[in-house]
Nanobody, 125 residues
Framework: QLRLVESGGGLVQFGGSLKVSCSASGDSLGFYGIGWVRQAPGKEREGISCVSGSGYSMTYLKSEEARFTISRDSAKGMVYLQMNNLKPEDTGVYYC??????????????????WGRGTQVTVSS
C-alpha cells in the first residue's frame, strides 16, 4: 500500500492556475495507478483523472479535460494535477488515491485502495 500526501492547495482567484502535488511512498510507484478526486462542499467525491504506471492517463471529468492535466514523475514518487482557468465551482478538497495496476476506464471510488487526506482548493469569484 502506498502512503499518499497531497500538497499545493490554496486560495486562487477566478481564472487563475494551481498545481497540486501528491507524494507517494511505501512502494514502487510504477506498480500503481494514481488518481485525482475532488469533493465539493455537500457533494459526493468525483473522479478527475488517473495516470497508470506506464504514464497512460484516463480522464473521468470529461467536461474539464481541457483545463486539468495529470502527470507523474515516478522517479520522484510524485503525481501532479495542473489546473488552469479555475472557477468557483472547482472549490473543494482534492485527494489523490491509488490502486494496484492500471487505471480503470471509469471512476469508481471503491477501486482506489489508498487515499491521502486531501488538500483544500478555494477559488474566489
Amino acid at each position: 500500500q502506498l502512503r499518499l500526501v497531497e500538497s499545493g492547495g490554496g486560495l486562487v482567484q477566478f481564472g487563475g492556475s494551481l498545481k497540486v502535488s501528491c507524494s507517494a511512498s511505501g512502494d514502487s510507484l510504477g506498480f500503481y495507478g494514481i488518481g485525482w478526486v475532488r469533493q465539493a462542499p455537500g457533494k459526493e467525491r468525483e473522479g478527475i483523472s488517473c495516470v497508470s504506471g506506464s504514464g497512460y492517463s484516463m480522464t473521468y471529468l470529461k467536461s474539464e479535460e481541457a483545463r486539468f492535466t495529470i502527470s507523474r514523475d515516478s522517479a520522484k514518487g510524485m503525481v501532479y494535477l495542473q489546473m488552469n482557468n479555475l472557477k468557483p465551482e472547482d472549490t473543494g478538497v482534492y485527494y489523490c488515491a491509488s490502486l494496484l495496476g492500471l487505471c480503470p476506464t471509469e471512476y469508481r471510488r471503491n477501486d482506489f485502495t489508498s487515499w491521502g487526506r486531501g488538500t483544500q482548493v478555494t477559488v474566489s469569484s
